[in-house]
């Protein structure tokens, strides 16, 4: 079982930037991949950014390339969110996301919202124009 905590959502204008974090609970950190996706209002949950169980591996959408970067601390059982160059159009709830990966899924970055089964309660984030 894994309960996850985000944090470090906010609002901020079009251009600035946030960091949201993810706390997990457990010892067993590094033996998940994780994922942050985002609804927006009236929108279905979309993937942002997944990370392999190491940190070896990432995906991004299209929508983030080269404004986002996921990462993680497995020592500090956190995953992170560095979002830059923020739009209007980001505006959403962001959720963090975990599922178990062991052995051979170990370079796993799993995107479909169904692939995982830990999530946490979600913070917003909202970019003014």
Known sequence: QVQLVESGGGLVQAGG????????????????????????LGKEREIVAAISRSGGRTYYADSVKGRFTISRDNAK??????????????????????????????????TRTNAYDYWGQGTQVTVSS
Do not use: H, I
């Open 17 to 40: 930037s946030l960091r949201l974090s993810c706390a997990a609970s457990g010892r067993t950190f590094s033996t998940y991949a994780m994922g942050w996706f985002r609804q927006g």
């Open 77 to 110: 059982n956190t995953v992170y969110l560095e979002m830059n160059s923020l739009k209007p159009e980001d505006t959403a709830v962001y959720y963090c996301a975990a599922v178990y990966r062991a052995g051979l899924g170990g370079w796993d970055t799993p």
